[in-house]
């Protein structure tokens, strides 16, 4: 059963950073895109970042681009979310997807690509 659950959600200030994971069970990452999203009160869920199974070539959304890195440690079959500069606006509750069907060198922004989501973890920016 494939399962993924987030962690590393917290309240941090403005300019700082937090590092969320994204734990996989029930199956080998090693074969599987990832992508995380987030979704803040009062708005439709939307892409952040996801990296490919092969490692190649993560995407991030616009919003985000110089601030959060995507990466994926397989022998821990985990991918992370580095988020620096964190700003008041990345405030929303952030979830891990993954999907078999990608091949290894692809991955995607858009929700109704995924098949498996965790349950997500709160990030709160706020001074």
């Known amino acids: 059963q494939v399962q993924l659950l987030e962690s590393g959600g917290g309240l941090v200030q403005p300019g700082g950073s937090l590092r969320l994971s994204c734990a996989a069970s029930g199956f080998n990452l090693d074969n599987y895109a990832i992508g995380w999203f987030r979704q803040a009160p009062g708005k439709e869920r939307e892409g952040v970042a996801c990296?490919?199974?092969?490692?190649?070539?993560?995407r991030y959304a616009d919003s985000v681009k110089g601030r959060f890195t995507i990466s994926r440690d397989n022998a821990k079959n985990t991918v992370y979310l580095q988020m620096t500069s964190l700003k008041y606006e990345d405030t929303a509750v952030y979830y891990c997807a993954t999907d078999y069907g990608f091949g290894t060198s692809y991955c995607s922004l858009l929700i109704y690509e995924y098949e498996s989501w965790g349950q997500g973890t709160q990030v709160t920016v706020s001074s």
């Open positions: 990296i490919s199974s092969s490692n190649i070539t993560p």
